[in-house]
């Protein structure tokens, strides 16, 4: 009977996972159709959203460096090192992250372009780099509701960011901002709404900035190769 109990209670489980990530993904193309639908008079604008997505795409995988699948292969319930590891593993993540996005970004202003894709660098495309870091942290976010089986709290992160996102986006694109410009200011506040939301979790894994030079070389050398 318990073992009953049990395997109904992760089958509950991994339906409140599919179901948060179908309705993730579904937000994310319903989006995308609908803008398409507003930015019809202007589609070079769409065209730019798809650049713009391309490359945060790309760009979430060089900042990542496989730093996920180091928390999960490393994490370890019964140790009592779980802080110091989480706390080093945050730090170098959003530390790597933060220097290879602003010298991106320096590489930008210094070689005197105005615009990246028609965006204007100074200003909106800033934006979008705060964004790629935000992403970041809501990864490691996730992974702390993964190894801690929370599934309840991860569908509800998952579902705060894409419902924002969806209706900001929309209301700001049909109040007449560019179709890219609304996505990125959209992307922002789900993305902080979704950090402010699980800003506890952080005091519950006692994780702060902290730098243990061992842990960080273990996790470049498994991180990276798997980039």
Sequence with gaps: MINLIEKFKELKSVGIYASSELIYKGLNWALLLILFFLSKDNPADYGLLAVLIAFERIVSVIIDFGQKRVIY????DDSKENSEFLSSTFTAWITVS????????LILIVSGEATFFEIPIKGLF?????????????????????????????AK????????????????SISGLLVYDSYIWGMLIGLLLGIFHSKSLFKKYSISIKINFQIIKRNLLYGYPLV
Excluded: P, Q
Excluded at 73 to 76: K, S
Excluded at 98 to 105: A, E, G, K
């Design 73 to 76: 292969r490393f994490y370890n």
């Design 157 to 172: 992160i998952l579902l705060i960011i894409g419902f924002s996102r969806f209706f900001l986006t929309i209301i700001l």
């Design 126 to 154: 800033g934006i979008e780099l705060l964004n790629l870091l935000l992403l970041n942290i809501i990864s490691f976010i996730y992974c702390l509701h993964r190894i801690s089986k929370n599934i309840k709290e991860y």
């Design 98 to 105: 933060l220097i290879v996005l602003m010298l991106f970004y």
